[in-house]
């Protein structure tokens, strides 16, 4: 199981990274670093092997295609904005962190700009 695998590494990181902690913070937190990106690029293919699927279902459900990519980008600015704020956070920036994460969250919101202005269209010709 993979897993295991995945959890391994992580906690010899971990352990590692707090024997080197008062020695070298500097190596700790590259160590922290290295680790979060080798455990985020195993995922990476199984991400692939996710979106293949979901967009199987999305072409069989006539899923508009603005939407469908809309939604899978929303996802991964997400994904990608908390990877990229704990990171932060393990090396002691919450400041910079919390820019990040406001950042993530204003790319989404750009993105969701026109879904929002379908659904208002939508309502306006309900509406009489």
Do not use: W
Not at 99 to 104: D, R
């Amino acid at each position: 199981m993979e897993i295991i695998q995945i959890v391994a590494i992580g906690m010899v990181a971990a352990i590692l990274a707090i024997i080197i902690k008062d020695q070298s913070p500097e190596l700790a937190i590259q160590i922290s670093i290295v680790t979060g990106l080798i455990i985020f690029l195993l995922m990476i293919t199984k991400l692939n092997s996710v979106l293949t699927v979901l967009k199987h279902f999305a072409a069989k459900a006539n899923i508009d295609i603005l939407y469908f990519s809309t939604i899978l980008k929303v996802i991964g600015i997400a994904y990608i904005t908390e990877f990229g704020a704990q990171v932060c956070r393990d090396a002691g920036e919450n400041s910079i962190a919390s820019k990040i994460e406001f950042a993530g969250k204003v790319l989404i919101m750009v993105l969701a700009v026109p879904v929002l202005a379908a659904l208002l269209d939508i309502i306006i010709k309900i509406i009489p």
